[in-house]
Nanobody, 126 residues
């Protein structure tokens, strides 16, 4: 089992920045690829970014590329999502998730992930 706890969400004006953190406990954190997903009301849970177990490979959805950055610190069992130039459409609940599979290509869909945090709300205002 892996327990994940997100933090760092909140209310921010458009153009502002937030950094989300996800602290993991339980199994060996460095064995897992990690992902950030988001879900707005009435919409699907979509991938925002993913990072492999070592941090050497990352993926960012087109909608956030150039604005968001995923990173991890395996010494702190934590994955981060730095969000800059936030837009109204970034408003959603953000979830972190852990993926124990070794196939990097299988990190883009919610069903690829085995463990989930409880989510943190990000609200971008005009």
């Amino acid at each position: 089992q892996v327990q994940l706890v997100e933090s760092g969400g909140g209310l921010v004006q458009a153009g502002g920045s937030l950094r989300l953190s996800c602290a993991a406990s339980g199994r060996t954190f460095s064995n897992y690829a990690m992902g950030w997903f988001r879900q707005a009301p009435g919409k699907e849970r979509d991938v925002v970014a993913a990072i492999d177990f070592s941090g050497s490979m990352t993926y960012h959805a087109d909608s956030v590329k150039g604005r968001f950055t995923i990173s991890r610190d395996n010494t702190k069992n934590t994955v981060y999502l730095q969000m800059n130039s936030l837009k109204l459409e970034d408003t959603a609940v953000y979830y972190c998730a852990a993926n124990r599979a070794t196939n990097w290509a299988a990190t883009r869909q919610a069903h690829d992930y085995d463990y989930w945090g409880q989510g943190t709300q990000v609200t971008v205002s005009s």
